[in-house]
């Protein structure tokens, strides 16, 4: 009865973070690809593990110093899988003339001038967005930006082609297919730690975060004709710097 819940969430839990699974997992590409209605329980943990290390270090540490080790703490913890995503499209639409093109320098594992400027950019802004948000309100600020921000991310397999051509891509056991029932689970997850805020709050969340995901499936069809996995992990480093910025300006 809880065997293939489990299987999807360990096949989630080993794809997108660091953290081992159990041997007794069936991993496969078709867990993998039900695995998706878990992807914003996953950003509980990273939420959690980030507040662990700020918290272990604000003991000791000033306020700033403590937020970029925590910013460390996820990176680590995801192997920077979002981020490489990022980079790799700031490259992509920075210096591609068409989908084809684009597609290619994405591709390409060296990192350009494009993606280190983004890398930068991005990073800075949510380490400065995270140093404003009053500690009192840390934790449920990472817990809403790291599940919100990857149920958005999942959510554009829904209303975009798959566009990679690669049969090594590692999103393509994600894309081959998506179905309501795991879409519903990762809504469940995503929209919990809303609770934690005014609900006036969370609308706006919400609505500008649908107005982002609206314009990000525009640009994506404009510019790829569809998604790839590096553009999911770019949308979820976009929504999630998102929500730091917006509960800095609701709640400061």
Not at 22 to 37: E, K
Request: aromatic share 16%.
């Amino acid at each position: 009865m809880f065997k293939q819940p489990l299987d999807r969430f360990f096949n989630a839990l080993t794809f997108y973070s660091r953290i081992p699974g159990p041997n007794w997992v069936d991993y496969s590409d078709q867990q993998l690809n039900r695995a998706s209605g878990f992807f914003p329980f996953i950003g509980y943990l990273v939420a959690v593990w980030c507040f662990a290390v700020y918290w272990l270090c604000i003991q000791w540490l000033p306020n700033d110093i403590s937020i970029i080790i925590s910013m460390v703490a996820g990176v680590l913890i995801t192997g920077a899988f979002h981020e490489d995503g990022f980079a790799d499209l700031c490259d992509g639409f920075g210096g591609g003339l068409d989908a084809q093109h684009i597609l290619n320098i994405m591709k390409d594992s060296r990192l350009g001038t494009y993606g280190v400027c983004g890398l930068i950019f991005i990073l800075s802004l949510k380490w400065q967005a995270l140093v404003g948000i009053q500690s009192g309100y840390l934790f449920v600020a990472l817990l809403i930006a790291h599940s919100l921000s990857r149920a958005w991310a999942i959510s554009l397999i829904m209303v975009l082609p798959y566009v990679q051509i690669d049969e090594h891509s590692k999103a393509k056991p994600i894309a081959k297919q998506w179905f309501k029932q795991d879409m519903i689970l990762a809504w469940c997850f995503a929209l919990l730690p809303l609770l934690f805020l005014p609900w006036v709050y969370s609308l706006v969340l919400l609505f500008a975060g649908a107005a982002v995901f609206f314009l990000t499936r525009a640009w994506y069809l404009r510019k790829l004709n569809g998604y790839t996995g590096d553009a999911l992990g770019a949308s979820q480093q976009i929504q999630e710097l998102l929500i730091y910025l917006l509960l800095l300006a609701l709640i400061g």
